[in-house]
Structures are given as C-alpha cells and as structure tokens.
C-alpha cells in the first residue's frame, strides 16, 4: 500500500507565500515523476509543476518564476513553494507520483489534496 500525503495548504494574502509538502509512504521501491496538480472551482484539474527522478522541473506557464518545486529522494517528499500569490492559484492542490512498489508494479498515485486560499 503507498500513500501521499499532503501539507502546507492555507489562507494567505495576495502577494505571500506557502510552501505545501507531499510526502510519500508504504511499499515504495522507487519514486519515478513527481508532480503538482491544481483544481479550482468549476474548472478541469490542471498541471502546475512536475519534477523528474534526476531533479528535471517543468512548470506551467502561470506559475513560472512564482512557484519552485522540489523534492528530497531520501525522504521520498516532495515540495512546492509558492511565492507571490494571486487569486487565481486559489484551488485544491493535489500531489502526484508515478510510483513502483516493492512488489515491482508501477502506478500513478494521487494525494487527497490541500486547499490554498489566497484573498485579494
């Protein structure tokens, strides 16, 4: 069984910062692609940042040079800070994690997900 869990959601104010975390559980024998995912109300779940095994970002174009993702292999965490709030980043942020257990089956994963809040 593997688990993502979630941190770091919130209310914060235009223009501040948060920083979620994801941590990953269980019967884990490598973590491949990681990733964040957001959805806001109304509208379809939409990638945000996704970062390789070997530490390759890419993000989407609305969050370039505002939001950093990161991860630490040894605690099989992933992160993403955001900085320089905006409304529109409010929604439910989701992690993601392309994942091969210990018994050699790969899957994605998805967390339950944490709600930013950022009030203009």
């Known amino acids: 069984q593997v688990q993502l869990v979630e941190s770091g959601g919130g209310l914060v104010q235009a223009g501040g910062s948060l920083r979620l975390s994801c941590a990953a559980s269980?019967?884990?024998?490598?973590?491949?692609?990681m990733g964040w995912y957001r959805q806001a109300p109304g509208k379809q779940r939409e990638l945000v940042a996704t970062?390789?095994?070997?530490?390759?970002?890419d993000y989407a174009d609305s969050v370039k040079g505002r939001f950093t993702i990161s991860r630490d292999n040894t605690k099989n965490t992933l992160y993403l800070q955001m900085n320089s709030l905006i409304a529109e980043d409010t929604a439910v942020y989701y992690c993601?994690?392309?994942?091969?257990?210990?018994?050699?089956?790969?899957?994605?994963?998805w967390g339950q997900g944490t709600q930013v809040t950022v009030s203009s």
């Open positions: 993601n994690a392309d994942i091969t257990t210990r018994f050699l089956l790969r899957r994605d994963y």
């Open positions: 269980g019967s884990i024998r490598s973590i491949n692609a």
């Open positions: 970062i390789t095994s070997d530490g390759r970002t």
